[in-house]
Structures are given as C-alpha cells and as structure tokens.
C-alpha cells in the first residue's frame, strides 16, 4: 500500500539524439578533372535522397501503427455506492491502529529481522501473494470491486490474518482497487468493470504480528495494446530496480533505474506515492522514491520493504476524490502499478511476496 511522498522529488527526462546519413567531403583536384567531383557529389546527393525517403517511409509506418492502436475512449471513473466494513473475528489479531481514525505517523524505524522475524515475514507474505493470485482469477467485466473486496477478506480471515488496510487512518474496506485513471488507493464500491478496464489490486495481510504488502495490475476482458503495453513496462520497472536491490546498495538507485526504463517508452513515474519499510509496522523508514532523486541511505541486510512505481501514460498529478483516499491522475490518463515485499540479502534481494 502506497505512502504519500514527503516532498516533491526530482524528475528529468531523457532525449536521444539521432545519426543522419553523412558522407566524406569532395575532394578535387588538378589530377582528377571537373567530372569525378560531379559524380561524387551526385552519389552523396543520391545517398541523402535515399535516406531521406527511408526515413519518411519509417516515420509514416510509425504514424500509422500508432492511429491504428489508439487507447480506447474510457468515460471518466465513476465512484459507485461504498458499503460499510466486514466484520472480523474478535479471535484474530489486529493491528495497534485498528479502533482509531487517526492515520499512523510514519514510523523512523528500519524494520531489519532476525531469523524468527524473517520467517515470520515470509509467512504473511505468501499468504499476500496466494490472496493476490486468488484476486486476480475473479477480474472479469460485470463483477463489482465490492464483490472483489468481500473474496479478499473472507480468504484473509479464513487464514487466521487481519486485513491490514481495514481501519488504516479509517479506510473502509478490507483491500485497494484502483481502476483505469485511479493512481492508487482506490475504494472498492458497488461499480462494475467494464471490458476493457485495468485494475490494481493491493493486498496486505497481518499474520501473526507482521505485514506482507503486494499488489498487481491485471486486465479486464479485451484491454487495448498500449494500455497492455504501460502494464508491462510498470512491471518490468519494478523488477529492474529489485535487481539492483543488496546490502550497501543505495536507495536512490531504485529512483533511477525505473524513470530510466519509463522514459524509454514515454512513460511517466508518479512521484507523490511512495514505497516504504513493512514489517511489524505497516509503514516506515525507508522511503523509497520511485523517481530519480539524491536522497542518502544504503541498504542493509535482514531488512524488508517494498518497492512500487506507478506509471502514467499522461500526468503524473493527481485529483483526490473527498473520500481523501482515491488519486486520480488529473488527466484521466490511465496508470499502473506493481508491488513487492522485499528482504535484502547480501548478494540481493528476496521477494518475500511469491506464491
């Protein structure tokens, strides 16, 4: 489950630079007559032509993959009818936070585990990953992210786990479904997904005392080509900056590997929402900046936090409902997700949160 992000960071974007067809000077000289240097220069002439009309022909083709795969026009994100929490069994262990209104502060503590605290970690992190893959099997046009958010809680509390965004800073349900435009946070109601639709599914569990945190985008029905396409390089971001992720590693690493792959596809990385450390606490130290940034820290071994850019195909400002927890770009752009639960190690990272 996302943070919002301190402060504004950094942002830059790449430009490329592109090669022209070029060809050496003419030469003349006494020796060579008036004739070869013509010839010369009409080769050069005729090679830049050629050139010229491969390029119009590559940029013509491009034009014209692009129109034919335009992004579907979506009306804007509707919210639908919220209604009131699931109960939980007074025999399963809750949160500090649950019982209060009042958002938690983020905590200064780095959540680093000893043996007893990294099993315990894995734990609820698998049990996060099978409560996503479970989630996922039920996205299909017609079905109501309420009806998403009832599988999850009764799945949750059937494993003996709390669902840990129930009662956070007073959020009312028991799992986040951003939908289509919806950056992150999303309140699941009583609208349908439509054919079409992506939707982001974030799931935490608290089992036994610690929190697992994961999430995913999944497609809805026949979903268009480039929304297909700002799916996978969200993931594909994600993972790049797991790989990078071991003891001593610096944090702000992450920030640069993701906006350098973003900006390869012309994507944009939300910087008002943030990764953080999970563990006995839900949120805390370190604040993992998804954009490019110079803020300090190392990685250290034994501890656990998660990693989760978004990506936008337009704005990455973002629109509160009054609800004060559904983000939505302000464009309408669509955005993307991804979410994993680490345990740095000192030649990597695990992802904890694998079925």
């Keep these: 489950m996302a943070l919002r992000g301190p ?36 080769t050069l002439i005729a090679a830049r032509k050629l050139w010229g009309l491969q390029e119009a022909m590559r940029i013509k083709r491009s034009r014209e993959l692009r129109d034919s795969a335009k992004v579907r026009k979506r009306p804007p994100l509707r919210r639908g009818k919220v209604s ?35 099993a315990f970690m894995r734990a609820a992190c698998e049990l996060a990953a099978r409560v996503l893959e479970y989630a996922g099997t039920l996205v299909k046009p017609s079905i109501t992210t309420n009806e998403i958010d009832e599988a999850v809680h009764e799945m949750i509390i059937g494993a003996g786990a709390y669902p840990s965004p129930l009662g956070y ?27 079409g639709d992506i939707i982001n599914i974030d799931v935490t ?65 939300v910087e008002q929402f943030v990764g953080h450390g999970v563990g006995k606490i839900f949120h805390s130290e370190p604040i993992i900046f998804h954009h490019r940034n110079n803020k300090p820290g190392r990685m250290v071994g034994g501890q656990t936090f998660t990693i989760e850019p978004i990506l936008t195909t337009g704005s990455i400002e973002c629109v509160m409902w009054d609800d004060g927890w559904t983000a939505l770009t302000k464009d309408g752009s669509p955005a993307a997700q991804f979410e994993h639960t680490l345990l740095i190690t000192k030649t990597g990272a695990e992802i904890l949160t694998k079925c």
Excluded: W
Aim: one cysteine or more; charged letters at 20%; hydrophobic letters at 30%.
């Design 7 to 42: 402060m504004a960071g950094l942002s830059s974007s790449l430009h490329s630079e592109r090669l022209f067809l070029s060809g050496e000077p003419l030469r003349t000289s006494p020796s060579c007559g008036e004739g070869k240097g013509v010839r010369q220069k009409q």
């Design 84 to 118: 009131g929490p699931l109960p939980v069994p007074d025999h399963i262990l809750k949160p500090p936070y649950v019982g209060t209104n009042i958002l938690p502060e983020i905590s200064s503590e780095f959540q680093v585990h000893d043996d007893e605290g990294v």
């Design 169 to 195: 800073g007073g959020f009312p349900k028991s799992v986040c479904t951003s939908v289509n435009e919806c950056m992150c946070h999303g309140i699941p109601d009583s609208r349908q997904l439509q054919d």
């Design 205 to 269: 569990v608290y089992l036994n005392g610690y929190h697992g945190d994961t999430s995913r985008t999944f497609f809805c029905g026949n979903v268009d080509e480039p929304t297909k396409q700002l799916v996978k390089v969200a993931e594909e971001c994600m993972m790049r900056a797991i790989s990078v992720c071991k003891d001593g590693a610096s944090f702000n690493n992450i920030g640069k590997i993701i906006s350098e792959h973003a900006e390869k596809f012309g994507y944009n990385v």
